[in-house]
């Protein structure tokens, strides 16, 4: 059903503040940035080799990252798995009892689909289904 791992998420309270450890200190490669107002996050992506991390910045007070920060401070946010067909994945887990919070799927970055399974269900780890889109 996986694919491979698509990202990991990690939140953050400013991306200008952590852009600079991850690209000029640790050397990896910035992919861009972009607004996912369905999410209400502003995102950064950085690469090393095949891999992936997802800066992850709220843009509203009731965004999920914003709730995160305010009861964790800054750190790793979710694991997103990348999937060819996010419906079927979302079907086969619903029907094995996992808790979807997302039981069709949203708009992520770079026209991805996206859908979490609640942390609760999954050993406290968000978990995040990636389909991607036509751009990535
Ligand atoms: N990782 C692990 N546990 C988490 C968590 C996270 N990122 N975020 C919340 N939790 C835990 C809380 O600590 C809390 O645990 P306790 O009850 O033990 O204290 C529990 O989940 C709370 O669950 P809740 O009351 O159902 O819901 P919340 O309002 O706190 O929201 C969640 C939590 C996961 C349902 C919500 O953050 C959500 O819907 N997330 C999916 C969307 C998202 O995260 N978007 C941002 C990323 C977008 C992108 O990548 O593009």
Redo the contacts with the bound molecule.
């Keep these: 059903m996986l694919n491979k791992i698509n990202h990991i998420?990690i939140a953050v309270t400013s991306l200008d503040e952590a852009i600079p450890f991850y690209r000029d200190q640790l050397g990896m490669s910035f992919k861009g940035m972009e607004e996912?107002a369905e999410?209400r996050?502003k995102?950064a992506f950085l690469a090393v080799g095949e891999s992936k991390i997802?800066l992850?910045e709220p843009t509203s007070p009731d965004s999920?990252?914003a709730?995160?920060l305010e009861?964790n401070g800054p750190g790793i946010?979710?694991i997103a798995y990348e999937v060819d067909d996010i419906e079927a994945a979302i079907a086969k887990l619903t029907q094995d009892g996992a808790r979807m919070?997302d039981s069709t799927p949203r708009s992520?970055?770079h026209g991805s689909r996206?859908a979490?399974i609640?942390?609760?269900s999954s050993g406290?780890?968000?978990t995040?289904l990636c389909q991607a889109g036509h751009t990535k």
């Design positions: 998420g996912v999410q996050v995102v997802e992850l999920a990252v709730k995160f009861k946010h979710h919070i992520g970055a996206i979490f609640h942390p609760k406290g780890v968000l995040e």
